[in-house]
């Protein structure tokens, strides 16, 4: 089946790429190209999607080793940008890797510059509860995830029933072959680990090596996956209340900050916190919810220490919102709004989680609340809230399964070095290990500390990354930065 496809991919790409001149006098290195995929690449001769993507070519070409794909997560997450950002001069990879190698970005199917995915803006900033406590509630919950996924199959076309990560696949194999057919190296990121790792699943011989930071391990039961994460996460806001505790620059040191955290969510669950700021730019929620505090939460610990080219505010900032959230102003930690058809992390994110993730369909609301008394069981100050979570919005979802969760199958040995912190609040190093025993001979490097993916940090992590990327060795696997 995926030998044949493998086959027939030369035929339905041939000379489909196309080049541009994207660069500027900001970007002046900078190239940018396309290509037309099949839709369903089991119809080759079906409705195609466009996807784009953008190169940085190796600085130096006597070092060149070939290309390196780079995919920043998400899902929808936006590769081109890291790329054009980096053309810039952003340091978001070392030199070394920029020495080495072409740098890659393509945006995947639906996602960025590629042919996105639109839902109804209208119907997806409706607020309806992830955590229902009554049929009535869960009833809601369904017509909402139909509606809204109906509204994207509308108004995006026969793109958004085939979003799931096996077709992204192959559309990451069809660019390969259509710079050129070189083996390419992996760098994955978060989401990013599992576009990597069904890459070299379906197309085992044409990957040199990866490297993939923050992992997630696509082969488990969705309670099992909900449980992980959100222990890893409540596990980090543990780890961030310590830290407040000892350092006085955290805007709540001297609080006891779990409770303040439940006495936030409590208060709000009752009556919604109000968030001024966004009466003002119509771009998040007016208010904020006990329920959206806990959602919300787990990306401000993404970093401990601000990164200012991703927007990131770190752990002293978190301190600072649920200050103000405290003082009756929580518009940092409000929910965003779609202000458009194209919302990546929303739509196009959310079609990936619901054709890659077992589909609930049988979820009844007996389901759920099941589910809510384990989240409360392991995790009792977020209480199961996590990414992971959100896969409660696919019930009801009108696209299919098309890549439900499976161990995985890699039937080459890729040189694999999976990279993974102790206390990561999304990606736990449970799914690290869970993924290192599916990939032969995969190393494990473990970083001591907190937050989301390692390298940009641009600590001893960082380097290593770096150093196997370009020898294929690593001198050690604990690293403290
Ligand atoms: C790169 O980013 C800049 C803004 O930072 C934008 O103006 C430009 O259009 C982008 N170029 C491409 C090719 O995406
Ligand atoms: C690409 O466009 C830039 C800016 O418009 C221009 O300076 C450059 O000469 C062009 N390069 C090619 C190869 O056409
Ligand atoms: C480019 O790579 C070559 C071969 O590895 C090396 O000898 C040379 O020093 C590199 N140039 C720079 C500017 O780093
Ligand atoms: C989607 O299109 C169908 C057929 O035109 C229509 O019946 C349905 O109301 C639309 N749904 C949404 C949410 O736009
Ligand atoms: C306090 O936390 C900040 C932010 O993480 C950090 O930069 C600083 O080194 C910490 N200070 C102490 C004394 O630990
Ligand atoms: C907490 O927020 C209040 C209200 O904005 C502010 O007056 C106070 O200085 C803040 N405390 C700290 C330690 O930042
Ligand atoms: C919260 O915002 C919603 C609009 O999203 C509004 O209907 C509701 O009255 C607000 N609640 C409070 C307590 O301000
Ligand atoms: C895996 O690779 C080996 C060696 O190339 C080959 O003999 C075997 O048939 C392959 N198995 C599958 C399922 O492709």
Redesign the pocket.
Known sequence: MHLSVYLFLPFATASAISWSNCSSSLTPRLECASLSVPINWDDLSGPRTTIRLQRLPASNTSSRIGPLFYNPGGPGGVATEFINATAQGYHLFSDTLLQHFDLVGVDPRGVGTSDPIRCDPIIANERVTFFPSTEAEFATLVDYNRRLSESCSNLTGPLFEYMDTASVARDMEAVRQALGGEQISWFGQSYGSQMAVAHAELFPDTIRAMVLDGNVDHSQAESSNMLTESSTYERELERFAN?CA?????ALHGSDVLSVFDDLVRTADITPIPAPDCVVSETCRVNVTGEELRFNVQDFLTF??PISIIGNI???GLAEALNQTLHGDASTLSSSLSTSEIDDTRFAGQAVLCQDWTHYTDTSFIDLADKQIMGKAISPHTQGASQTWTEVGCVGWTAPVRNPPHYASINASIPTLLVNAMYDPETSIVWANGLKAQIPGALLATRNGDGHTSYLLFGETSKATDEYLVSLSISQLMFSS
């Open positions: 830290w000892v350092n006085a620059t955290c401990k220490e770190g752990w002293a």
